[in-house]
Nanobody
Framework: QVQLVESGGGLVQPGGSLRLSCVASGRPFINSMGWYRQAPGKQREWVATVTSGPTTNYADSVKGRFAISRDNAKNTVYLQMNSLKPEDTAVYYC?????WGTGTLVTVSS
């Protein structure tokens, strides 16, 4: 059983930065780890993925602004979010295999 615990969300002004963290417990090795988000009234969408390689991939909407990374020793995945925009406002979810975290809210507003 895998448990995912996210942290790092909050309120930030447009142009600001936040760093999300997700700690995965319950498995000795995790291949692909990723982030999704769900804005109010919208479907959940993929944001970024990092493999054990590590290889990273990003949605076009965040490419160049967000950076995903991982610490294998800590089974932790990070999402560094820079140049945040109001449209980045959403609940951000960590995703590992079939497992989901409970989400952390990011609000970008002046």
């Amino acid at each position: 059983q895998v448990q995912l615990v996210e942290s790092g969300g909050g309120l930030v002004q447009p142009g600001g930065s936040l760093r999300l963290s997700c700690v995965a417990s319950g498995r000795p090795f995790i291949n692909s780890m990723g982030w999704y988000r769900q804005a109010p009234g919208k479907q959940r969408e993929w944001v970024a993925t990092v493999t054990s390689g590590p290889t990273t991939n990003y949605a076009d909407s965040v490419k160049g602004r967000f950076a995903i990374s991982r610490d294998n020793a800590k089974n932790t995945v990070y999402l560094q979010m820079n140049s945040l925009k109001p449209e980045d406002t959403a609940v951000y979810y960590c995703h590992v295999g079939p497992y989901w975290g409970t989400g952390t809210l990011v609000t970008v507003s002046s």
